[in-house]
């Protein structure tokens, strides 16, 4: 019997532990290292194992491969945005420069070829003010950049970074997010080191949105790569890391979870912590379908975080396809809210991305997957998601005072349907002469 827990939900897996999405991981992997490879972006929603997949994808490219004529030694660098503030592009591409610093000897020497001395040493008088500045201009970047690189190349195959920026979000809505986007773009499109930079991003369907505010826009040269949700093979896979848990735990898992890989790996984790202190053999499908309910009272802020990102016509459009089973055509959606067709198709797209729905190969039906946010929804989720009114707006959206003329019978109060939303009125008998 495993003696540790096997399921880590609050932290991003290993390659060793990696389940699910390898075929994508090794698409992206192999067009990195062509010469004609792309740069990509991995668009995800919150807790969807985006920080893993770029772990994965390291672990990938570190792998011995029969290079062709022409093809790169790719050397992935990790850089994480989450923790970071910036003032300015500039201050980013500093940012950038002293992370690269950082990590590319360990990255060189862990490489499976062992193709260079180490460490390998950067002893220019000039690259080293780089690395102590605060803020650094394109053009510095790029001169940095292609003196670690001279370094790097080797005459049968030339070295290509491959710089995996996780969750790109600190970067918009900036005074300077057109200018890091249209220089990001020159980098990798007209520099000098278009050859041998790659960028692999990960963020939200907001990067996609916010694009068209920019004159650049950076997704426009990005290989776009939506990740998805696990389904019942990849569910039974992370299932097995356990001793003794019935197939029908699988089933159970994927159909609170929806394939939701945080909510599958809170749910596990729970399940085995269960069966340690209870002796349990053989869980009941049951139980994890109490984890979940518990879920809503531990965890709901993650629930209400996935609300407030997918929006107030995100939930309107999941309302249709929480209401059945079945596929929904992207006809009816589109006829049964009343909001604008590209908004509602942004929607579906966003819902898809955080887990919370489905698409059919054509992307032209839909369906919810997943009972446990679906459970949150129905109780509070779709109305405790609509904003309240702000203060300077609140004498305006005072509810009228409503009279009714019955003719000096007595009133009998009914449901009265307001756009703006529900009625709480005061029955009064008006006398008319």
Request: hydrophobic residues 40%.
């Amino acid at each position: 019997m495993t003696k540790r827990n096997p399921f880590r939900y609050l932290q991003s897996v290993s390659p060793s532990d990696f389940v699910g999405r390898w075929p994508l991981v090794e698409s992206i992997a192999q067009d990195l290292i062509l010469e004609n490879g792309d740069s990509h972006a991995i668009i995800a929603g919150q807790r969807y194992g985006k920080t893993s997949i770029l772990s994965a994808l390291s672990h990938q490219l570190y792998q011995p491969a029969v290079l062709e004529a022409a093809d790169c030694l790719a050397l992935p660098l990790y850089i994480d945005f989450k923790a970071c503030a910036f003032n300015s592009a500039e201050a980013v591409f500093a940012f950038i420069f002293q992370r690269i610093h950082r990590q590319f000897n360990t990255v060189v020497r862990q490489h499976p070829l062992a193709l260079w001395p180490t460490p390998l040493r950067l002893g220019a008088r000039w690259f080293e003010k780089l690395l102590t500045a605060s803020e650094l201009s394109m053009h510095d970047f790029e001169d940095g950049l292609g003196y670690i690189m001279d370094q790097l190349d080797k005459p049968h195959a030339p070295a290509r970074l491959v710089l995996m920026l996780d969750d790109i979000g600190k970067s918009f809505d900036q005074p300077w997010t057109d200018e890091l986007y249209s220089q990001a773009r020159a980098l990798i499109c007209s520099s000098e080191l278009q050859t041998r930079i790659r960028l692999v991003l990960t963020g939200s369907q907001r990067f996609l949105e916010q694009q068209a505010a920019y004159s650049a826009p950076l997704c426009d040269v990005l290989k776009l790569n939506y990740m998805e949700a696990f389904d019942l093979d990849s569910i039974a896979q992370l299932v097995a890391r356990a001793d003794n848990f019935s197939p029908e735990t699988s089933e159970a898992v994927l159909r609170q979870s929806g394939g939701h890989p945080f909510l599958a790996q809170y749910l596990l984790y729970n399940l085995w912590e269960q069966r340690e202190v209870k002796g349990l053999y053989n869980p009941e499908a049951a139980m994890v379908d109490r984890l979940a309910l518990g879920f809503l009272h531990q965890r709901v802020f993650e629930l209400e975080g996935w609300a407030n990102a997918v929006g107030t016509v995100g939930l309107s459009v999941y309302k249709v396809l929480s209401d059945t089973s079945d596929w929904v055509t992207e006809e009816q959606i589109i006829a049964s809210v009343n909001e604008p067709a590209p908004e509602i198709k942004r929607s579906l797209l966003g819902l898809c991305g955080h887990g919370l729905a489905m698409h059919d190969e054509d992307w032209m039906r839909y369906r919810y997957v997943g009972e446990l946010f679906r459970t949150w929804f129905n109780k509070c989720g779709y109305m405790k998601i609509i904003p309240a009114a702000p203060p300077e707006l609140s004498p305006i959206l005072t509810p009228p005072s409503i009279n009714i003329n019955t003719g000096g019978g007595s009133y009998i109060a009914g449901y009265v349907t307001t756009q703006g939303g529900g009625f709480i009125g005061r029955d009064q008998v008006a006398a008319y002469p």
